[in-house]
T-cell receptor
Framework: GEDVEQSLFLSVREGDSSVINCTYT??????LYWYKQEPGAGLQLLTY?????DMKQDQRLTVLLNKKDKHLSLRIADTQTGDSAIYFC????????FGSGTRLSIRP | KAGVTQTPRYLIKTRGQQVTLSCSPI?????VSWYQQTPGQGLQFLFE???????NKGNFPGRFSGRQFSNSRSEMNVSTLELGDSALYLC????????????FGPGTRLTVT
């Protein structure tokens, strides 16, 4: 099938790390992405990883890819209130398939 | 550079009507993709246009159609609207076809009553 799966909710304390997980379906996917959607806004591409990589770091963001398990994760270090949003994982097959999104909430 | 713009931002229509949504990509971008976002189905790919040609299509009925103009602006049309068509319609522009580099507009919120 085409499902990309994510847990729906994650709550973390401000300053802690957030880890958002995703499982995808197609082992031949060439790109895997993380998008952020804030209320009332469109999607913002946060980062992407090529399928031949297993890790990518970009400032506070770290993406880990386990191709064997088809598992992708996004770690946000030092989570801030501005990180509150819905985070979508997506894979590129012939088209881009999105997960259902994980709503990240930050508690003080 | 200006971002992706979508018009209108909000729209209310009645069942059976038809609607046209517009998307202006980032200057220089030639690819435009459309997505439907609903609470129940999430984000689903509708179609991609590049150089005025539809290059890829999702699993939507023929009531959903689109086109792209020579200046890369794109429109999507939904005919014979159904209640289930209520959604946020997102447009994304890319400099090339089928690239990871997509930039999304703010969306058009369509409500069908």
């Amino acid at each position: 099938g085409e499902d990309v799966e994510q847990s729906l909710f994650l709550s973390v304390r401000e300053g802690d790390s957030s880890v958002i997980n995703c499982t995808y379906t197609d082992s031949s996917s060439t790109y895997l992405y993380w998008y952020k959607q804030e209320p009332g806004a469109g999607l913002q591409l946060l980062t992407y990883i090529f399928s031949n990589m297993d890790m990518k770091q970009d400032q506070r963001l770290t993406v880990l890819l386990n191709k064997k398990d088809k598992h992708l994760s996004l770690r946000i270090a030092d989570t801030q209130t501005g990180d509150s949003a819905i985070y979508f994982c997506a894979e590129k097959q012939s088209k881009i398939i999105f997960g259902s999104g994980t709503r990240l909430s930050i508690r003080p | 550079k200006a971002g992706v713009t979508q018009t209108p931002r909000y729209l209310i229509k009645t069942r059976g009507q038809q609607v046209t949504l517009s998307c202006s990509p980032i200057s220089g971008h030639r690819s435009v993709s459309w997505y439907q976002q609903t609470p129940g189905q999430g984000l689903q790919f509708l179609f991609e246009y590049f150089s005025e040609t539809q290059r890829n299509k999702g699993n939507f009925p023929g009531r959903f159609s689109g086109r792209q103009f020579s200046n890369s602006r794109s429109e999507m049309n939904v005919s014979t609207l159904e209640l289930g068509d209520s959604a946020l319609y997102l447009c994304a522009s890319s400099p090339r076809q089928a690239t990871y580099e997509q930039y999304f507009g703010p969306g058009t919120r369509l409500t069908v009553t």
